[in-house]
């Protein structure tokens, strides 16, 4: 399953269901569109005009007015000054051959569009909160797939289009009784009693390409003899990958310059013609985990730590497992 698969099927039941009128050869360059950069497109049937194919979704470099749209609508949502300005790269950018090239003297303008991408990803879609609602969120959802048959309809586009938020109130407010630890769940969410963050580590870089994602029972696998015993629905682990939208890779490599208006010459740059202060690593993986119980926080935090001495021969992490604040409540008490 894959989000721009559905969305072509989307187009192709809104068009079926309400009787849009629309030409069978334009239909097939929308749902092209789509997919043009994931893993279903099929570029050997772009017989022409092949940059069309990468203003909304670009398959080649990553650089697509849905990074220009969501990069400063959310910035400027969250309050984040967002110095990219993609005025300079439409109003300079020019199609040469069949790809879309940018002046060589846009090349800094380019790479802030890829690090504030990253910024963003790391304050904001990845923050520790963020993450762990996202996570209980998902158990949530996973709780109540059977009761509201959640999984059966993410494959038909006439009931998929109904999979709303509206879903997160059908849960709160439903009597069912095998809703109830879904129920538990999003009153957590709304009291804020979310899963607490135990600690996270950077992978080294030397590491970064064979690495594989670290699951609860690795956690629950280092456990050193304590007075309790981890079970895997007690912990939760988030794997954050963020890169510059190519992996390892850097994605300014993909992109061809020009001088100025009067050459046909394209060329890429590389970093170093540039500046020596452009990073070399294009990627980071993170490994946080949560203890999705309070009083268990401590004995996840320390099974994670063993986790990374035996995994790296040291504590990878950079700052202490922090301690959970005294509530008003108990503040109180001690007055």
Known sequence: WSHEDMSTRMVEYIVDEHNVEIDGEMLKKV????????????PCSIKEKRFLYDIVANGRNGIDVDK?????????????????????????MRVMGDEICYR???????????????DLHRTVYTHAKVKAIELMMVDALLKANNPLRIASCVHEPAEFWKLDDTIIKTI???????LRESRDLMLRIRRRDLYQFCNEFAVPRDMLEHFKD?????????????????????????????DLTRGTNNPLQSIRFFQDYDSDEKFSIQDERISHLLPGCCQDKIVRVYSKKPELVTAVSEAFENLQLKTFGRKAQVHATPKKKKSRTQMKSLV
């Open 104 to 118: 060589a003297k846009e090349y800094l303008t380019i790479h802030k569009l890829f690090i504030t991408r990253a």
């Open 172 to 178: 709160e407010t439903s009597e069912n009784p095998e």
């Open 68 to 92: 220009f749209d969501y990069i400063v609508r959310d910035s400027r949502a969250c309050g984040l000054g967002c110095s990219f300005q993609f005025e300079r790269l439409l109003q300079t």
């Open 214 to 242: 670290i699951t609860a029972q690795d956690i629950i696998c280092s456990q050193v003899s304590g007075g309790v015993t981890l079970k895997e629905e007690d912990i939760a682990v988030s794997n954050i990958r963020i």
């Open 31 to 42: 749902k092209e569109m789509i997919v043009a950069s994931s893993e279903h497109a099929s």
